[in-house]
């Protein structure tokens, strides 16, 4: 589902709205059970699915275990990348160590080691469009897309001049091996759910 924050009329012009305004009113009209993000000025909501969570839930916990308990890997978090009207929540994001928020509470790109981001059907444009391209002019060193509807995980690294000039692509089971990026180790996709 999307809603372009240009259709609501009390906002005729969202370019002079800041990204804190805008998660406002996201989180005004974000219904229970979906996640929501502004990608490029629009908003874009898509359910929360169980397989959906097995997977973040299960990177999240890998990472956990390979950097420790008090580790930064987040999810559903907050933030803001380059580009007009980009502020994400990521399915899962890794923080350098050391990272602090921004004064405003806010976890800043040029921190993120890694995200790694789970398709839906209606916002799976974003993901390999939109925040691909955002992820990229943030320099993230690693992008993931777990698509869980072709049982692939797409691997995005050596960001430059604002596009990824590194990509692999490999089948739910087979390691996704990051031993020679910054984060230093191999995902284990062997018990990703498909969808």
């Known amino acids: 589902m999307t809603i372009a924050l240009t259709d609501r009329t009390e906002m005729a012009d969202n370019s002079e709205m800041s990204s804190d305004e805008m998660f406002e009113l996201l989180y ?10 502004i990608v490029g000025g629009v908003v874009h909501m898509a359910p929360q699915r169980g397989t959906h969570w097995e997977i973040i839930l ?15 890997v987040m999810s559903d978090v907050r933030l803001d990348l380059p580009g007009d009207g980009n502020a994400f929540a990521p399915d899962v994001f890794k923080l350098s160590d050391g990272a602090e928020p921004d004064a405003k509470g806010h976890w800043r790109y040029q921190d993120v080691e890694f995200v790694l981001e789970v398709i ?11 925040k691909k391209a955002a992820y990229a002019a943030g320099d993230i060193p690693v992008y993931v897309i777990v698509d869980p509807y072709t049982g692939q995980c797409h691997v995005h690294t050596e960001p430059k001049d604002g596009e990824y000039r590194a990509k692999r692509t490999l089948d739910f089971g087979d390691p996704v091996d990051l031993t020679d990026t910054v984060l230093g180790l191999s995902l284990d996709t062997g018990s990703f759910p498909r969808d």
């Open 28 to 37: 005004g009209i974000v219904p229970e059970g979906y996640k929501g993000e």
């Open 58 to 72: 299960d990177a999240c916990l890998q990472l956990k275990s390979h950097f420790g308990r008090l580790s930064r």
């Open 120 to 130: 839906s059907r209606g916002t799976a444009d974003n993901d390999y469009g939109r």
